[in-house]
T-cell receptor
Framework: AQSVTQPDIHITVSEGASLELRCNYS??????LFWYVQSPGQGLQLLLK??????LVQGIKGFEAEFKRSQSSFNLRKPSVHWSDAAEYFC???????????????FGKGTKLSVIP | DSGVTQTPKHLITATGQRVTLRCSPR?????VYWYQQSLDQGLQFLIQ???????AKGNILERFSAQQFPDLHSELNLSSLELGDSALYFC???????????FGPGTRLTVL
């Protein structure tokens, strides 16, 4: 079945430590890939996106993600986490067959990040 | 601030009732998407409108409907509400190219 999987429901890291959030997808062809962040009581903010080209994508707030076709993965990383990064992170895809002019997002279940000062 | 506005922020109503959620897209964006975020289902795409026309449909119940008006604002109508409809409802807008969606702050619906 086509799906987006975020294996980690909750991750806790210390401030200043590195971070990697995992995302795997199961689609016939590589979909468009996104990472969004949702802070408490806020909407979703796009961190970065991958459509094609360079497999290492730079985003906002110091985040980056690496697309690995062989592993069907698009993991999010940050070298040094700040307390303000505590939030919920969603991996999302737009399947290539979504239809002309439609970029409907299919989301993973999310990973909640807690940061210890 | 994404530029997408949603009203109201919170809505509390009873089972069987009908409510309307409103979304104003960013200036110039023609596409509006609606998503539902609930504890058990996560974030799910409901429906998309483009310049007044329905373009794509997701997991939207028959009790729910939407429309987009000539000024491009959109409304999501939820009727015969059930307890399970309690959720956060987001709208997002995008440009014609559509490869980035900008989300509003959401409307939290509580059905009692």
């Amino acid at each position: 079945a086509q799906s987006v999987t975020q294996p980690d429901i909750h991750i806790t890291v210390s401030e200043g430590a590195s971070l990697e959030l995992r995302c795997n997808y199961s689609y016939g062809a590589t979909p468009y890939l996104f990472w969004y962040v949702q802070s408490p009581g806020q909407g979703l903010q796009l961190l970065l996106k991958y459509f094609s080209g360079d497999t290492l994508v730079q985003g906002i707030k110091g985040f980056e993600a690496e697309f690995k076709r062989s592993q069907s993965s698009f993991n999010l990383r940050k070298p040094s986490v700040h307390w303000s990064d505590a939030a919920e992170y969603f991996c999302a895809v737009v399947p290539l067959y979504s239809g002309a002019g439609s970029y409907q997002l299919t989301f993973g279940k999310g990973t909640k990040l807690s940061v210890i000062p | 601030d994404s530029g997408v506005t949603q009203t109201p922020k919170h809505l509390i109503t009873a089972t069987g009732q009908r409510v309307t959620l409103r979304c104003s897209p960013r200036s110039g964006d023609l596409s509006v998407y609606w998503y539902q975020q609930s504890l058990d289902q996560g974030l799910q795409f409901l429906i998309q409108y483009y310049n007044g026309e329905e373009r794509a449909k997701g997991n939207i119940l028959e009790r729910f409907s939407a429309q987009q008006f000539p000024d491009l604002h959109s409304e999501l109508n939820l009727s015969s509400l059930e307890l399970g409809d309690s959720a956060l409802y987001f709208c997002a807008s995008s440009t014609e190219q559509g490869n980035e969606q900008f989300f509003g702050p959401g409307t939290r619906l509580t059905v009692l």
